[in-house]
């Protein structure tokens, strides 16, 4: 695997590993402090335009795993966003003349309230929280990432559902000029990814809007992706344009793609392999681990957890489905 360090990137600006986690115990201190307080205090939520501004009010969450993120340049430079090419390198490479701003989401379908709102306008409501979960790719790699997001239940809950919407539906911008990899058919564009109700409004969920605390890259799904620690990256759709409330449940893009090597469900489970390789163990990206002992360790492989880890949260959700059939 090889990794290239962004050229227009200088070390300087990238946040180093310490400060990033000074900062991250100084912020839980601050939570077991003040808890609600805390929180109560956060600014709502503003989207600023700029490249790699700082977001203001983030407040942490008691989701976030303890485990050391990976760096930033892991993060931003070996990404899957096929709307920008189908290699690790494409989404960082051919991503940076992309401008998500404006941007504006249109909520459709079996709900309440629906309508076409500002990307602003759509976030502000809700408090900014770092969640940092883990990825796990279906290609058996993983990351530790430190988002910034709001919850998607809350944002579910305000649309007001009715109980006809079984399924919630999310798509991706669909502009070949904006978008190069749209150009070839590598997929069906957009992308379309669900969940159902029950997986939306679990708390886990989270409408990522930055990463190491600051906006989202491109590169990540900018300006708002989705976020669904115990499922396959694949669900974690970027760039997200609509949000549907479904009766029915959607073809989702690597199910049209492969539908007996993509499910629906896509739940991590190392017990069910992917018909061209096992789930049972997982590679942790590490390219700046700084050799030696530290990264033949980041290089070997590790066994893969049932739901990423996250089964305490989720597994009740799936009782009494046959999780080999329902993959
Ligand atoms: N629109 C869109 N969303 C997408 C993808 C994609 O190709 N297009 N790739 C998915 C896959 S396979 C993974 S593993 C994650 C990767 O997210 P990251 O690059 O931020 O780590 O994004 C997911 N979301
Ligand atoms: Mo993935």
Partial sequence: ML?????????????????????????????????????????PAIIPEARRAKLEGVVPSEYSTDETPNSYTD??????????GVRKEDPYQNSQ???????????????????TFALEDFVKPYTLEERIYRLRCVEAWSMVIPWVGISLAD??????????????????????????????????????????????????PILAVGVYGEVLPNQNGAPIRLIVPWKYGFKSIKGIVK????????????ELAAPHEYGFYAN????????????????RIG??????????????????VMFNGYGEHVAHLYDGLDLRKNF
Avoid: C
């Fill in 287 to 304: 390219s700046e681990q700084g050799g030696g002992l530290q990264s033949l360790f980041s290089a070997a492989k590790q066994p893969t």
């Fill in 97 to 115: 003349e992309f401008e998500p701003h404006p941007w504006s989401i249109e909520v459709t379908g079996n709900a309440e309230k629906t309508g």
């Fill in 268 to 283: 991590v489970n190392p017990e069910v392999s992917h018909p061209r390789w096992s789930q049972a163990r997982e590679r």
């Fill in 243 to 254: 949000i549907h409330f479904s009766e029915t449940r959607p073809r989702t893009s690597w």
């Fill in 3 to 43: 990794i290239r360090k962004p050229a227009d990137i200088r070390p300087s600006e990238i946040t180093t590993k310490e400060s990033y986690l000074s900062r991250r115990n100084f912020m839980k201190a601050a939570a077991l402090a003040g808890g609600s307080l805390v929180a109560g205090e956060a600014l």
């Fill in 155 to 204: 944002v579910i809950k305000q649309f007001k559902p009715l109980s006809s919407a079984k399924y919630v539906v999310f798509e991706t911008l669909h502009d070949a000029k904006r978008m190069p990899g749209q150009r070839s058919r590598s997929l069906r564009w957009p992308y379309v990814e669900g969940l159902t109700i029950a997986e939306a409004t679990n708390p886990l």
């Fill in 75 to 84: 993060v931003t430079t070996y990404n899957n966003y096929y709307e920008f």
